[in-house]
């Protein structure tokens, strides 16, 4: 039986190329997987019933000539990635039986280079929340302890990753989602430059801060994808094509004044052991003071809800969604709603609504602007001195389920991957080993915009240590 817990793309392409296994093969041991664990994990809400088909066509490009490295790949889809006439629903009740009207540019991209899509993989409702203990279809468990959570928002597609349901999965990241569940789950997760990649065909949680990136099992299977799926896309007026120039980056800046308090000891020291190797592969590290990154996740909870409540609103039961009718058209609009988000998503759409009320933009929506120009431009100005930022991807290993009922503590999960959504720079999550309790750890590369490649190079260095 093949291994896919430990298969890279790298090797299962070799392996597919050479004609020592077929994608007919590779889709059959994920599906042994998949009958295996997902009735616990419950990382996917669906399987595909056509994944065997799309295994036996990408097999046939194989024998056909095409060389590509993704052809014949299992990947599972993050369930707010739109696959042309397949389901879609964010983990929501509103849009439990949405299906799909066109493929996002990541999936015709993939489709294009022959990747067979397995599933859906379960999240936070319209990817809010840390823990995936916000999806309407059940929490998500993490393989290395089901007690505790996978992480969150995009929990379900690091938990495939992690327990080999697929060889690479794709999530969104708004303010750590990618990333933060990658570390709880032991892979890498790694979050483009704003544009880097095309938001077209991903539901909308917060416009200015989402993007799409890969889970992968290292740093090289990262950048594979991330090559395939970047670039210039006309249907997304923020997308561009980034640069593809690798520079040879050896400073590391470290935050020493927001690394103080409410980190566990752990975690603290797996992550000055990491700073210690990397030392010894050349690196040079300098203590580096970022005053305004604190804000960070106060910035975060008046921005991203607002346009949370702007990009939910089209979910009315008239245009789309749920409908329960209700005595007039305000009421149905009100019972639909109620019925069709869950907590944390009517939180936040209320909070968002607030802060664009009329009295009280000024004082939260413009001033949160201007706080984020400040980090926006407090990152550029410290990668005039160093050439990334190094952090722990959070602050803690994986939660126990209902650890954090206190929303504030919850979004404290988020403290050191938020600032690369609002600085709109990109961010890498690295595993390095396993507490005593055996939970993964993470620590987090943050690079100056649009140097998405220097994350690969130096996210490979820290590999090489582990
Ligand atoms: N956990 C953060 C939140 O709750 C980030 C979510 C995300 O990146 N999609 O908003």
């Given at each position: 039986m093949i291994d896919i817990k430990n298969l890279t793309i790298e090797k299962a392409s070799v392996m597919l190329q050479n004609k020592e296994i077929t994608s007919v093969d590779l889709v059959s041991a994920c599906l042994e997987n998949i009958k295996e664990k997902n009735g616990e994990l419950n990382a996917l809400l669906e399987v595909f019933g056509d994944v065997l088909d799309q295994a036996k066509k990408a097999d046939e490009m194989i024998a056909s000539g095409n060389k590509g490295k993704l052809v014949g790949i299992p990947m599972v889809i993050k369930d707010n990635i739109l696959i042309n006439g397949r389901k879609v629903s964010a983990s929501s009740k509103m849009l439990e039986n949405y299906v799909a009207s066109y493929d996002a540019y990541v999936i015709k991209k993939l489709r294009d280079a022959g990747v067979v899509f397995m599933g859906r993989a379960n999240m936070d409702e319209f990817a809010m929340g840390s823990s995936t203990e916000n999806s309407a279809y059940g929490p998500t468990k993490n393989p290395y302890d089901t007690s505790r959570v996978p992480g969150g928002s995009s929990g379900g597609s690091a938990v495939a990753v992690a327990s080999g349901m697929c060889i690479v999965s794709l999530g969104t990241d708004t303010g750590g989602s990618i990333r933060q569940p990658a570390s709880f789950c032991g892979i890498v997760g790694m979050k483009p430059s704003y544009g880097g990649v095309s938001r077209s065909g991903t539901m909308a949680m917060s416009s200015s801060l989402d993007q799409i990136g890969p889970l992968t099992k290292n740093a090289e299977d990262a950048k594979i994808i991330f090559d395939y799926i970047s670039g210039k896309d006309e249907m997304d007026s923020t997308s561009i094509q980034l640069p593809n120039s690798i520079e040879s980056k050896k400073v590391i800046g470290i935050p020493r004044n927001w690394l103080k308090?409410?980190?566990?000891t752990d975690v603290m020291q797996n992550f000055e052991e990491q700073i210690e190797k990397l030392k010894k592969l050349g690196y040079e590290t300098k203590d580096i003071d970022l005053p305004y990154s604190k804000y960070s996740l106060a910035v975060y909870y008046i921005l991203m809800p607002a346009e949370v409540s702007t990009n939910l609103s089209?979910?009315?039961?008239?245009?789309?969604g749920l409908r329960k009718e209700g005595e007039t058209m305000f009421d149905s609009f009100k019972k639909s709603r109620s019925l069709g988000f869950g907590l944390e998503t009517r939180r936040r759409i209320i909070l968002g609504t607030y802060v664009l009320s009329h009295g009280y933009y000024d004082a939260y929506y413009n001033k949160a602007w201007k706080v984020r120009h400040a980090i926006e431009k407090e990152y550029e100005n410290i990668f005039k001195e160093v050439d990334f930022v190094f952090t722990p991807t959070a602050p803690t290993t994986a939660f126990r389920f209902g650890e954090k009922k206190d929303p504030l503590q919850m979004y404290l999960s988020d403290i050191f991957t938020v600032p690369a959504n609002i600085a709109g720079i990109p961010s890498i999550s690295i595993p390095t080993g396993f507490s005593k309790d055996g939970l993964p750890y993470g620590i987090q590369a943050m690079a100056p915009l649009y140097k998405d490649q220097s994350l690969f190079e130096v996210a490979k260095d820290i590999e090489k240590n582990i």
């Open positions: 308090e409410g980190i566990d089209r979910l009315d039961g008239v245009r789309y």
